[in-house]
């Protein structure tokens, strides 16, 4: 046997061995961290929300003609400071607008920490550009005082007019204050509470709480975790505060295999928008599409009488003319597809637009054609 056979038998076997390696050891699933499919249940942000003025305005203020409400708030706070404003005072402000602030106050903030806040026109302000948010309480769902917001506001606009012309660039009656309030008041988190901590999964998902246990009882022990049902996974917590951070620092890292999604087409309604996954399959069928344009057209149409006519007075009337046309639509085979890049094709080849494809998925789905889920946002 010369070197020429020697090198194609072993062409041919490593040839092999690599076919039989693909075979038995395939590409590697899809894995993520635990804080990115679960999160503690309790340990969440708040919303909090408040009602103040803004003053300081260059004249874009409400009108209290149309905005009572911010005289009022006016007097009520000049009334706290201990300035009278007589019975009666027709208050023509142009410089302060009655708002809307709110703020989200995230997990386990402390009494003096800093969180942004939003501030949104109430009234019929023109703009909140150059405006000082007076200090406005924030409260919670409960009724409770959270945080104490003031501070000066950034607008991400700007605008200009004159001579009944105007020029605006994006919105000018809504603002941002960063670090605008002051944490007063902590809300408690079931961190250190009872022997043991709940994960709730971001999507329901029966394998993927397995897999979130079994990730857990691997790498801390047997019964440590337990899958309850396709959203919840219940930890046993060690005692002391700090292990337990240590244990929740190690836990969240963790990579757990997640299976493929279940098949969902998304349609946005408003947008014409479609979004589908790569789980989504498509049967054979056929699919005939056609449009249909309605026409109307008015062309007013004057009668006059006769000149010599003493009687009778000029009448202007429309003419309406309507026009229906139908494209016709022929009878187009759709294959099966396997996968996203055939159904994608097999879409495509009817030329329809975004908002004919609504219509279209929708009956692939009640013709059982099309396999995956159909939600309408």
């Known amino acids: 046997m010369d070197k020429t056979d020697k090198l194609v038998r072993s062409l041919i076997a490593l040839a092999w061995l690599l076919a039989s390696a693909a075979i038995w050891w395939p590409a590697p699933s ?50 706290q400071m201990g300035v009278t404003v007589p019975a009666g005072t027709n208050m ?48 919670g769902a409960d009724g409770q005082i959270y945080a104490l917001a003031q501070g000066n506001l950034i607008v991400g606009g700007a605008g ?9 660039i994006n919105h000018l009656s809504a603002g941002r204050v960063p ?31 397995r897999e979130v246990a079994r990730a857990i009882n691997d790498r801390m022990g047997a019964g440590v975790a337990q899958a309850l049902d396709g959203r919840v996974v219940r930890v046993r917590m060690p005692a002391s505060p700090d292990a337990r951070v240590s244990f929740m620092a190690d836990i ?84 099966a597809g396997t996968q996203l890049a055939d159904v994608v094709k097999a879409l495509n080849s009817l030329g329809a637009t975004p908002q004919d494809l609504l219509a279209i998925l929708q009956a692939m789905k009640s013709a059982g054609a099309l396999n995956a889920e159909l939600e309408v946002i």
């Open 30 to 79: 899809h894995a993520a961290r635990i804080k990115e499919v679960a999160a503690v249940q309790g340990v969440r942000s708040n919303p909090l929300v408040g009602y103040g003025l803004v003053v300081g305005l260059d004249g874009t203020g409400d009108q209290t003609t149309s905005a009572p409400f911010t005289t009022q708030s006016l007097t009520a706070m000049l009334q």
């Open 92 to 139: 023509q402000l142009k410089n302060v607008a009655a708002v809307m602030v709110t703020a989200q106050l995230p997990p386990f903030a402390q009494p003096g920490q800093a969180i942004d806040v939003n501030v949104s026109s109430l009234g019929n302000a023109k703009s909140l550009r150059g405006g000082t948010l007076i200090a406005t309480p924030l409260k």
């Open 160 to 168: 200009a007019s004159a001579g009944g012309s105007k020029v605006q």
């Open 179 to 209: 670090e605008g309030a002051t944490v007063e008041r902590s809300v408690p988190t079931p961190l250190n509470q009872g022997d043991s901590l709940q994960l709730d999964l971001n999507a329901s998902d029966f394998n993927t709480a």
């Open 252 to 335: 969240e890292n963790l990579n757990v295999e997640l299976a493929s999604p279940a098949a969902k087409v998304v349609i946005n309604a408003r947008t014409g928008s479609v979004v589908m996954n790569q789980a989504v399959t498509l049967a054979a069928c056929a699919v005939a599409h056609g449009s249909l344009s309605v026409t109307i057209s008015s062309t007013p149409v004057i009668s006059q009488p006769s000149p010599l006519s003493k009687t009778g007075q000029t009448v202007v009337s429309e003419k309406a003319d309507i026009t229906i046309a139908q494209q016709a639509g022929s009878l187009i085979q759709m294959p």
